[in-house]
């Protein structure tokens, strides 16, 4: 019914961050919304391990919006930087989401 188990780790997978094709088995598992143990409707990407070691595994609530809001991958490097670091400086010290900040900024708490 569900196949050998021992085959599933025999697919390769290409590492995200360095391009790297590996087999599935050599790699970890990346879910950029940090939940990946809710595996329901969910396609993974994958990490070499020396990337993964790599990856910072902190938490990234509200990281998301804020990369968006800032204007990433759409502006030149140097505006995305300023924007992100404004926004970041700018009270959302743990990174929460815009709509967070906008309640908080019409004070609600």
Known sequence: ???R???R???EVTCVACGTDLRRSDAR????FGDRYDRRD???EYLCKPC????CHQPRRGLEDLL???????????RFLATYAALAEG??????SPTERDDRGRGER
């Open 42 to 44: 969910k396609e993974f």
């Open 68 to 78: 968006v809001e800032s204007g990433a991958g759409e502006q030149p490097r140097d």
């Open 5 to 7: 188990r021992d085959r």
């Open 29 to 32: 598992e990346y879910d950029k």
């Open 1 to 3: 019914m569900w196949g």
């Open 91 to 96: 009270g959302a010290s743990d990174l929460e």
């Open 9 to 11: 780790g025999h697919r």
């Open 52 to 55: 993964y070691r790599d990856l």
